[in-house]
């Protein structure tokens, strides 16, 4: 499976108006958690953030939101920032946009704020602009660092390796919270947590700017 696990200028320059990092002035970095809320792996997040007094955001799917309210509810009562996901998942680049923002207008009924993130990173220009049109103060969150844990083919170490070697302070770095992802996250979140907190840095939910 081919990914980069450091998100290139180039990629970068192409979609200007999306959020790929922020300031390193805060001596912060922002884990993020895709696909949830999941029955296992969600809860397993929060106990850990919880323990290493971190914040996280977490980019939902609707569907999983409607299946499971009450872990939903958890992340929002324990402080954390949540996002839109779309509501089953969609691939922008192979979906229509009229289709595509009626899955993210679906989501938003259960997942309410302006942070929202293209499932695999997929979306099209036109696609983002729509959003930003619909979604009073939408914030379209991408990332600089992958940990990898969606990929079967590597094992939770080099998971760890892709976050540690990779992030400073300002990077939003991915994880997700899902059954594909779960021995890799298991294993790496406690591991880059106690590595985040070692090096003195802040780890901190994703601040909505409206």
């Given amino acids: ?3 980069l696990t450091k998100t290139p200028a180039l990629v ?5 108006s999306c959020t790929w990092s922020l ?32 914040k996280g955001t977490f980019f939902c799917i609707g569907k999983n939101v409607q299946a499971y309210p009450e872990i939903y509810q958890r992340i929002l009562e324990e402080g954390h920032a949540v996002g839109n996901h779309t509501h089953n998942h969609l691939n922008g680049w192979k979906t229509g946009t009229g289709k595509y923002l009626e899955d993210v207008m679906e989501a938003r009924r259960y997942i309410q704020g302006p942070l929202f993130r293209p499932p695999y990173g997929r979306i099209t220009p036109f696609q983002v602009k729509q959003i930003k049109e619909r979604i009073p ?17 590597i094992g939770g170490d080099a998971c760890v390796e892709n976050v540690v070697f990779k992030a400073k302070p300002g990077s939003i770095i991915v994880f997700h919270d899902s059954t594909k992802a779960w021995d890799r996250m298991s294993y790496a979140l406690p591991r880059v947590l106690a590595f985040c907190e070692k090096q003195k840095w802040e780890m901190k939910a994703i601040p909505a700017t409206s």
């Fill in 1 to 3: 499976m081919f990914y």
């Fill in 12 to 16: 970068k320059a192409l979609y200007k």
């Fill in 23 to 54: 300031s390193p002035a805060a001596n912060a970095v922002y884990l993020t958690f895709d696909d949830g809320p999941h029955p296992t792996a969600t809860p397993f997040v929060l106990d850990q953030l919880k323990a290493h007094g971190a």
């Fill in 137 to 153: 103060g939408a914030q379209i969150i991408m990332w600089d660092v992958l940990s990898g844990d969606f990929d079967t083919e």
